[in-house]
């Protein structure tokens, strides 16, 4: 469809282009200016064909001709961060070294110098997500949370605690907000080790957004249990005693009552 139309722009009609038999007869000055002509005619040409490539491009991507916008691949406006402003995470299509995990490097053996390590204390990871231009849209499909041994850490989306200045990214089909947003992964230590985590993201043109960092972990507490019972059925124990109790108080009370009645029965009918 370009080559068709970039005909049109270069001019490519046989009968506009001077004949080489026709050159040869003229004498040299005559030749000289159809060569001089050429020449020009040719520059011409040519920056006619790239600024109507440009033109074909941006229609043919969504520009708009009247502000001269060329669409932007999504993948090449998304912005990562620790920060708004500042995508020391993910830039122009990669992720810098410091968050350079991905599909390929997911599991690998190597070891995780130069990483970004989140300490066994925290149990969050917030990144902010922006629009390098906003005047184009940019959406995703979902947010993946991957883990290289998920048998020591598992990482999960956690979309319900926006603040009144910030909202969080959901998990699946959204666009990212004018002014950006933030992707909060939430951290779930299962055993004590080490483990690459990967966030990917799916955008809208089916390209993926990867990165990632390193997740320290200790081996989870678990919960401390009483001599006799634990915490957790403590209460259930107390309401079985209870009732047994009660049951008992109830029982000996019918029983003094029954006989309080026998006894008082005997002596109400006993001659005087």
């Given at each position: 469809f370009i080559e068709e139309h970039l005909d049109y722009y270069n001019g490519e009609e046989k009968e506009d282009v001077p004949d080489e038999a026709g050159a040869a007869a003229d004498n040299t000055g005559s030749g000289n200016a159809d060569t001089a002509s050429r020449d020009t005619t040719e520059e011409d040409q040519s920056s006619i064909s790239g600024f109507a490539q440009q033109q074909l491009l941006g229609t043919l991507s969504g520009g708009s001709q009247k502000n001269n916008m060329l669409v932007v691949p999504m993948i090449d406006r998304i912005r990562i961060g620790t920060q708004a402003g500042v995508p020391d995470v993910y830039t122009e299509g990669h992720p810098l070294s410091k968050y350079d995990v991905t599909s390929d490097t997911l599991?690998?053996?190597?070891?995780?110098?130069?990483?970004?390590?989140?300490?066994?204390?925290?149990?969050?990871?917030?990144?902010?997500?922006?629009?390098?231009?906003?005047?184009?849209?940019?959406?995703?499909?979902?947010?993946?949370?991957?883990?290289?041994?998920?048998?020591?850490?598992?990482?999960?989306?956690?979309?319900?605690?926006?603040?009144?200045?910030?909202?969080?990214?959901?998990?699946?089909?959204?666009?990212?907000?004018?002014?950006?947003?933030?992707?909060?992964?939430?951290?779930?230590?299962?055993?004590?080790?080490?483990?690459?985590?990967?966030?990917?993201?799916?955008?809208?043109?089916?390209?993926?957004?990867e990165f990632g960092f390193v997740k320290e972990c200790e081996a989870p507490r678990r919960q401390k249990q009483t001599a006799m019972f634990s915490a957790t059925t403590l209460t259930p124990v107390m309401y079985i005693i209870m009732l047994v109790v009660g049951g008992v108080v109830v029982y000996r009370l019918s029983k003094d009552v029954r006989a309080a009645n026998r006894h008082f029965a005997q002596t109400k009918y006993q001659p005087s």
């Amino acid at each position: 469809f370009i080559e068709e139309h970039l005909d049109y722009y270069n001019g490519e009609e046989k009968e506009d282009v001077p004949d080489e038999a026709g050159a040869a007869a003229d004498n040299t000055g005559s030749g000289n200016a159809d060569t001089a002509s050429r020449d020009t005619t040719e520059e011409d040409q040519s920056s006619i064909s790239g600024f109507a490539q440009q033109q074909l491009l941006g229609t043919l991507s969504g520009g708009s001709q009247k502000n001269n916008m060329l669409v932007v691949p999504m993948i090449d406006r998304i912005r990562i961060g620790t920060q708004a402003g500042v995508p020391d995470v993910y830039t122009e299509g990669h992720p810098l070294s410091k968050y350079d995990v991905t599909s390929d490097t997911l599991t690998a053996s190597s070891l995780y110098h130069g990483l970004r390590i989140v300490k066994t204390w925290e149990r969050d990871a917030e990144f902010e997500v922006w629009n390098q231009d906003p005047r184009q849209k940019l959406a995703y499909e979902s947010i993946q949370v991957t883990a290289s041994h998920p048998d020591i850490v598992r990482g999960y989306i956690k979309a319900d605690s926006s603040s009144m200045f910030r909202s969080t990214l959901p998990e699946h089909d959204s666009e990212i907000p004018p002014d950006g947003g933030v992707l909060h992964i939430h951290l779930v230590c299962r055993a004590k080790g080490e483990s690459r985590v990967m966030v990917s993201v799916v955008l809208k043109t089916l390209k993926v957004v990867e990165f990632g960092f390193v997740k320290e972990c200790e081996a989870p507490r678990r919960q401390k249990q009483t001599a006799m019972f634990s915490a957790t059925t403590l209460t259930p124990v107390m309401y079985i005693i209870m009732l047994v109790v009660g049951g008992v108080v109830v029982y000996r009370l019918s029983k003094d009552v029954r006989a309080a009645n026998r006894h008082f029965a005997q002596t109400k009918y006993q001659p005087s």
